[in-house]
């Protein structure tokens, strides 16, 4: 796999590397974009794609590695975890997705936009990625 490709990082997000990492692969995975025994690029290829300490991605592996979603193969790359063979439900995959919009819709009603306007950037910014 291409590191280059793997994930995308914001630099100038209040979330830590690590965590930016560690939802991206969580959210490849639950939509079956990364299946059981899929190679993931190694700590120091991610590291140095993404131009970052390889401790920080050693931790998000690691802590992918301890949730399940990763498994560590001695002298081997590490691989996406048996269990994930296929995508998760979309029941599953919107739980995934609640934090953000939750995290949206209480910034929303801070700066007191009206909901539709809210829904329609939403809809708007979904039909824009579709269109890329």
Do not use: C, W
Request: hydrophobic share 40%; glycine share 4%.
């Amino acid at each position: 796999m291409d590191p280059t490709h793997f994930v995308q990082i914001n630099t100038g997000s209040t979330e830590p590397i690590y965590r930016q990492l560690i939802e991206q692969v969580r959210r490849r995975v639950a939509a079956g974009q990364l299946k059981a025994g899929d190679e993931i690029p190694s700590v120091r290829e991610l590291a140095q794609a993404l131009a970052v300490h390889p401790m920080t991605i050693s931790k998000a592996y690691s802590m992918l590695e301890m949730e399940g979603v990763l498994e560590r193969r001695r002298g081997l790359s590490m691989v996406v975890a048996a269990q994930h063979s296929r995508a998760q439900p979309s029941a599953s995959r919107i739980e995934l997705l609640r934090p953000t919009l939750q995290k949206a819709a209480d910034e929303a009603r801070q700066l007191q936009l009206p909901a539709a306007e809210v829904i329609g950037l939403l809809t708007q910014l979904l039909d824009d990625e579709s269109k890329a």
